[in-house]
């Protein structure tokens, strides 16, 4: 066949690899004539060679071909919660692509994995500055594999009880770094999504047409709603997120099923990963749901008396920084603007499943304040979250320091509520009942609370974790009597070496407790049964 640019040459095609030679030539005319003689080196020329060449690129073609014929994954397809077996009805259907994204994390993991075990061979992990450079491998490749991981990384971003200092600081980079998608595609999602364009709902001059953040599921635009000139965030979730997830948590539910045959397989625990599994994968796949997260923060807002409270005041400042915090002193159904804690508006108009329009909140990271502002808003934080835990049975599980702001005001401001969960009413009582026998170091009946809550099996071994929970108990009140003493003696609020060796205190007693859920709450299969 003679090929348009090849200079007039004639090729025949004794077999597919010369085929694939003139496809090439085809391709880039005279250039690819040129680098004939290095692609036909590549070939295999002995039968046995050619004939597993075959043996393996046929199968794959096949493969490759009937993924293709099945066509993209729409989000009509997916369901509204999630569901192990129809996600997995799906990818069955589309082998290569779940097989690329599988090899993609191991891409990804395998090297990371590899500078992590000799670093800690060499005896270099203590060292600041290597965890550091770690830390930064680690948050470049979870941005590079997507939001379902940068997720993951998100939330290990405030567990100070597993990660050292400088690692959590890199981590919690990651509310920052996550790449913008471009405009266009949000603007068509806009469209699809509240049928009129974006233009024709929000005014962008003022504040400019770029995002002004972009989160792992979306990005937010900062603009003014037409026709009431009010500020408002309109947060439009990344194309194709809810086919990237489903892809992302049915190769996570195949490696829980093959940890659970193995752990089953060869040691005597109970295993748990599929259960883990499930109650992650239902939460990430309900924070994609946009008006699902619109009817969580309306329920926030009542809860905290926000219905008829105006917007900040950066007038209250002073005031609120005079004010004492008690135990829990936020009371359901206050509706003045004494409170400490805002959740914005949100404007269900301009609201669908991937859109959320919500008030714009102007303030900063609590994690970036001022120190001062830190102390003071700190246990005000502190009371809120216990109000949610023990007086609404209603929680906000994702509090990372990007869904922490504080207004000009000076007050805390919540975020973000894609992901909240529901206390049973029996078990609100007891919890305010463990918090009560932790303060009072009464360990047997803190017993009783973990199996009533049922993180504790009934027939747990008692003579052996009572004393476990007295040493925890006893070693977190030296700490705290420590620093109280040390920061009194120097004449401020708090003291750096106290501080630190609380930190190691509290990481002791993880160490402890996990020891012994190893050795004792998975040591029989039959006692979680």
Known sequence: QNHRGCGGGLYIARSAPDAMLLARVARYGTAGERQIPRLRRMIPRSAASRRLALGVALPTAALVLWDASQGPVLEKDLPRHYDEAC????????PARAVYRACSVLCEAVPLATSLALAAGLGELGSEEVQRQQAC???EALVRLGPALIKLGQAMSIRPDILPAP?????????????CFADEKAHAIV??????????????????IKPVAAASL????????????????????RPDMMASISLDLQILAVLASTLDLLTATFTRQQPYHCD?????????????????????QERFRRNFGCENSPRDDSQRTAALSRRSSSWLPLRRGTADNSSEVYIPRVYHEFTSRRVLTTEWIEGEYLARSPPAVIRRLVPIGVNCFLKQLCTDGFFHCDPHPGNLLVTPGGRLALIDFGLCAEVPLPHISRISAAIVHTMSADTVQLVEDGIALGFLPVDVDRTELVPLIQNVLSTSTKAVLEQGAEAASLGVSSSYGAVQRRKRHFSNITDDLTGFSSASLFASQTTLR
Not at 191 to 207: H, Q, R, V, Y
């Open 87 to 94: 996600f997995g009805a799906i990818w069955t259907q589309r």
């Open 137 to 139: 491998a680690l948050r």
């Open 167 to 179: 690692v959590l600081v890199e981590l919690q980079r990651l509310v920052d770094a996550c790449p």
């Open 191 to 208: 469209l699809a999504e509240l049928g009129k364009n974006f233009g024709d709902l929000f005014d962008a001059a003022e504040f400019g």
């Open 218 to 237: 979306g990005q937010v635009y900062r603009v003014r709603v037409r026709g009431t000139g009010e500020v408002v965030a309109v947060k439009v979730q």
């Open 276 to 296: 883990l599994l499930r109650a992650f994968a239902s939460a990430a796949w309900a924070e994609l749901d946009y008006e699902n997260e619109a009817s969580n």
